[in-house]
């Protein structure tokens, strides 16, 4: 079955957010920025708010990213998606915000807020049986032996 036009343009958003993150795995944080720019805006644009979440997230993942981190910027940004994603009740997407929180947390310094946001993190995986996160947030939380 042959997607309509409609259904093709519902995903143009996250597509360009799962752009961005290859952008940012191989480590070209100016592309990256510019697919989370254009993710965000068309999610707002077309009140996708899910995908909002999602490029919000790649926000802040492209600012603690920096060599250093734009700790401010990721830290909001990461706030700015958990928040939504609570509010739409996308509790995936909250853990993943808590996640890079502790990263972002633990790479600047701050160790108590890392421990706790890794908590929160490996705990939403759990209760949700998300192996493969609950694994990364466990591998992270290690990291401090």
């Not at 079955?1 to 259904?7: I, K």
């Not at 996708?48 to 060599?67: P, Q, S, T």
Request: hydrophobic share 45%; charged share 25%.
């Amino acid at each position: 079955m042959e997607a309509s036009g409609s259904d093709q343009r519902a995903y143009q958003s996250v597509y360009l957010a799962w752009l961005g993150e290859t952008h940012l795995l191989l480590g070209d944080l100016e592309k990256a920025a510019g697919m989370a720019t254009d993710a965000l805006a068309m999610a707002r644009n077309r009140g996708e708010r899910g995908n909002e979440v999602v490029a919000l997230r790649l926000f802040g993942k492209i600012a603690a990213a920096g060599d250093p981190p734009a700790a401010a910027t990721a830290e909001a940004r990461y706030n700015d998606a958990r928040a939504l994603a609570g509010q739409l009740g996308l509790r995936p997407l909250v853990a993943h915000c808590h996640l890079g929180l502790g990263k972002l947390y633990r790479r600047t310094g701050k160790i108590e807020q890392a421990h706790e946001h890794l908590a929160i993190a490996t705990t939403m995986y759990r209760e949700m049986d998300m192996r493969f996160y609950l694994e990364q947030a466990e591998a992270e939380t290690r990291g401090f032996a």
